[in-house]
């Protein structure tokens, strides 16, 4: 009697479900697939001329990770995984990038009001 209630516990906690497509594994003629190339890079869409200085003034692997994980809307743990460093490094780059731009938009702001 115990195992009967387990069993149909365990079925209605974890039912199947078949009529909900896997687009990950089974893609259809519609789906759309991302190439490197069909997403826009950060400073392209950085309309603000002394935020633009600002980030040009990055290092190439800042303009790298803030383009991955801001634009693309990549984890840490994948971004690391793809570059080939550790989580913790993206991680303190990524904080070390978004400083340098709350500095400038500090900076613009204390001229707009000066």
Known sequence: ???????????ERFSLILDELD???????NSIEYSDHSFEKLENQIS????????????KREREVL???I???MK??????????SQQSISKTKKGALKKFREAISRREGESDG
């Open 1 to 11: 009697m115990n195992f009967d209630k387990k069993s149909r516990k365990h079925s």
């Open 23 to 29: 687009y990950m594994t089974h893609p259809t003629e």
């Open 48 to 59: 603000d001329p002394s935020l633009y200085a600002a980030f040009i003034n990055l290092t």
């Open 67 to 69: 383009n991955l994980s």
């Open 71 to 73: 634009v693309r809307n």
């Open 76 to 85: 840490d743990r994948v971004i690391a995984n793809q570059l080939g460093v």
